[in-house]
Nanobody, 122 residues
Framework: QVQLVESGGGLVQPGGSLRLSCAASGFAFRYYVMAWVRQAPGKELEWVSSINHGGTDTKYDDSVKGRFTISRDNAKNTLYLQMSNLKPEDTAVYYC???????????????WGPGTRVTVSS
């Protein structure tokens, strides 16, 4: 069974940095496009970033481009999201997901983990 467990969230000040991790199991992680998706309080799900199976191609939403970096370690079955220059607007619960391709909203809505909460506040 597919299992995705996010971690690394917390409270940070605007301009701060945080690295999120997603531990994957139950499927051939190295062959899957993966994505980070977030949901701010009272908001709809928002695609953040995607990465191809080998980690050589990435896509970002304009709102995080230049500030976030998605990466993966296939040997560890782990997906990462390095976040820098965080803004209050980044406050959300962050989820990782399997994805059909690199483009926005192509992530699958099943097999999500509990998510990890990121709060950006002074």
């Amino acid at each position: 069974q597919v299992q995705l467990v996010e971690s690394g969230g917390g409270l940070v000040q605007p301009g701060g940095s945080l690295r999120l991790s997603c531990a994957a199991s139950g499927f051939a992680f190295r062959y899957y496009v993966m994505a980070w998706v977030r949901q701010a309080p009272g908001k709809e799900l928002e695609w953040v970033s995607s990465i191809n199976h080998g980690g050589t191609d990435t896509k970002y939403d304009d709102s995080v481009k230049g500030r976030f970096t998605i990466s993966r370690d296939n040997a560890k079955n782990t997906l990462y999201l390095q976040m820098s220059n965080l803004k209050p607007e980044d406050t959300a619960v962050y989820y990782c997901a399997q994805s059909r391709d690199l483009f926005r909203n192509s992530y699958y809505r099943d097999n999500w983990g509990p998510g990890t909460r990121v709060t950006v506040s002074s």
